[in-house]
């Protein structure tokens, strides 16, 4: 399974309606949080390695009604104290 984060623009006034319709309707959601500056929402998704990520992005989030548009972040490793290479400790 790999990470991924999409910050996601909404319609003016429904930040709350998109994150309550993405909770119901994507599966493969973690977590979703309202934000501020140029996006609303930044949700964080957990996708099976083989899967396209861009298709996931295009027809399960910018496809939910009040989308405006999303900005996508891959990410790699994920650094916590139980998995921290080197031992050394991550503030």
């Known amino acids: 399974m790999r990470a991924v984060f999409v910050m996601i623009k909404c319609e003016l006034g429904k930040a709350y309606q998109v ?3 993405a909770v119901e ?3 493969q ?3 979703i949080y309202s934000t501020s500056g140029s996006y609303d929402l930044l949700a964080k998704f957990y996708v ?8 996931f ?3 399960k989030v910018q496809t939910l009604p009040n989308v405006k548009d999303t900005f996508t972040l891959i990410t790699f490793n994920a650094f916590t104290p ?5 031992g050394t400790r991550i503030a």
């Open 25 to 27: 309707e994507i599966e």
């Open 19 to 21: 994150a309550e319709r």
């Open 48 to 55: 099976d390695d083989g899967t396209d990520v861009g298709r």
């Open 57 to 59: 992005v295009t027809e």
């Open 82 to 86: 139980d998995k921290n290479p080197g």
């Open 29 to 31: 959601i973690s977590e």
